[in-house]
């Protein structure tokens, strides 16, 4: 019985702090390389900065002509799959997002909306003075449609409070391009 107490007492002193150590380690590291949400990734969330409302992703429609149709709308669950995508910017995740916004059937509204275009260093480019129709989703694509002619295009940005001029700039991290 003494042997079995030894054991259970090295487990509490000794094995679990190890494996919190392990967790921590990977989820910091992760951040550090990978840009895994410090607030998100790993429930580390309580020693985080308040990243959560500087990351945002553009999302296009892109077609073989090299035109770029942006989506301004998802549904909630494509909406949960781009928050999940920009707590971990993997390709993996956006590939998730990107195929679920391929199986899904996209209708136009009859106006045109106004945009404001960015330049990749975040600064406006122009002041809606571009316009383009706003995209909506209609239903799941089916079996009898056609597969999607378009890719989609992902843009990955972070915004960061500039102290010289005390405004926020957008800078653009990496764009991930699928093909349909």
């Known amino acids: 019985m003494r042997g079995?107490?030894?054991v259970e007492l090295w487990i509490m002193l000794c094995a679990v702090p190890a494996i919190a150590l392990l967790v921590a380690a990977r989820q910091l590291y992760l951040s550090?390389?990978?840009?895994l949400s410090t607030w998100k990734g790993g429930g580390m969330g309580m020693f985080a900065g308040s990243e959560t409302t500087t990351r945002y992703?553009?999302?296009?429609?892109?077609?073989?002509?090299?035109?770029?149709?942006?989506?301004?709308?998802?549904?909630d669950p494509q909406e949960e799959l781009k928050q999940q995508a920009l707590n971990y910017p993997s390709e993996r995740n956006m590939?998730?997002?990107?195929?679920?916004?391929?199986a899904t059937t996209w209708w136009a509204s009859t106006t045109r909306v106004p945009l404001k275009v960015y330049g990749e260093d975040g600064k406006k480019l122009q002041d809606?003075?571009?316009?383009?129709y706003d995209l909506y989703p209609a239903h799941p694509r089916s079996a009898s449609e056609p597969a999607a002619d378009w890719g989609v295009e992902i843009e990955y940005w972070k915004a960061a409070y500039d102290l010289k001029t005390g405004e926020f700039a957008g800078a653009l991290v990496r764009t991930f391009k699928f093909e349909g």
């Open 4 to 6: 079995k107490q030894q």
């Open 128 to 132: 809606g003075t571009e316009q383009a």
């Open 57 to 75: 992703a553009k999302i296009y429609l892109t077609f073989a002509d090299g035109r770029r149709q942006p989506l301004l709308r998802l549904t």
């Open 32 to 35: 550090k390389t990978d840009d």
């Open 95 to 102: 590939r998730a997002l990107a195929q679920s916004i391929e």
